[in-house]
């Protein structure tokens, strides 16, 4: 089956300008994560998808980051305007959701460099 | 919440045997996912621990402690394609999250 794919695989951007990143996730799979990953750090849950409705966004921030699942499909995730502190792997992940036990499926992430 | 504790960075040589410990405290628990991460890769999930006790998937082993909110990855016959970054997620019962730590950055030398 393919895999989690994301879109663009780089992105280099100045401080203030906005940039989207597109997720589609593995056919099926009803909850899709975005998450941040800074270099030398774990990846950090920014927000989580059942279908189109939000489980969890609380580490989000909301001031300059959204994100929407509209057909309960793919997604997008956009900064506007972007920081410097926003230079990280954005990293999107879906899950079944049909067992407790089942692990989440990882996209190869999007890069981004905001100098 | 969830606060998981990990080495940031471990060494070990080809063909040894090393362990990369977790300790997490969680207010609800499922289990504890393994996963790995090479440079500039996406994680790939590794190892999935529901019951306490060792849980053996040819090179590497996982081990779970639940009365002591500790785990345990134990990767055998060490290969230099082994250097990656090891994530330790404790899964919070009742929801479908995956929380990480900030992972052991694992080197091999030959």
């Known amino acids: 089956e393919a895999g989690v794919a994301q879109s663009p695989r780089y992105k280099i951007i100045e401080k203030r300008q906005s940039v989207a990143f597109w997720c589609n996730p593995i056919?099926?799979?009803?909850?899709l994560y975005w998450y941040q990953q800074i270099l030398g750090q774990g990846p950090k849950l920014l927000i989580q998808?059942?279908?189109?409705?939000?489980?969890?966004d609380s580490q989000l921030p909301k001031d300059r980051f959204s994100a929407e699942r509209l057909k309960g499909v793919d997604s997008t995730l956009k900064i506007q305007p972007a920081k410097l502190e926003d230079s990280a792997v954005y990293l999107c992940?879906?899950?079944?959701?049909?067992?407790?036990?089942?692990?989440?499926?990882f996209g190869q992430g999007t890069r981004l460099t905001v100098v | 919440g969830q606060n998981i504790d990990q080495p940031t960075e471990m060494t070990a040589t080809e063909g040894a045997i090393v362990q990369i410990n977790c300790t997490y405290q969680?207010?609800?628990?499922?289990?504890l996912f393994w996963y790995q991460q090479h440079a500039g890769e996406a994680p790939t999930f590794l190892s999935y621990n529901v019951l306490d006790g060792l849980e053996e998937k040819g090179r590497f082993s996982s081990f779970l402690s639940r009365s002591k909110g500790y785990s345990y990855l134990l990767l055998k016959e060490l290969q230099m394609k082994d250097s990656a970054s090891y994530l330790c997620a404790p899964y919070p019962s009742g929801t479908y999250k995956y929380i990480f730590g900030t992972g052991t950055r694992l080197k091999v030398l030959a």
């Open positions: 056919s099926g799979h009803a909850t």
């Open positions: 992940a879906s899950n079944p959701f049909n067992s407790m036990n089942t692990e989440a499926f």
């Open positions: 998808f059942q279908n189109n409705g939000v489980v969890d």
């Open positions: 969680t207010s609800g628990f499922n289990g």
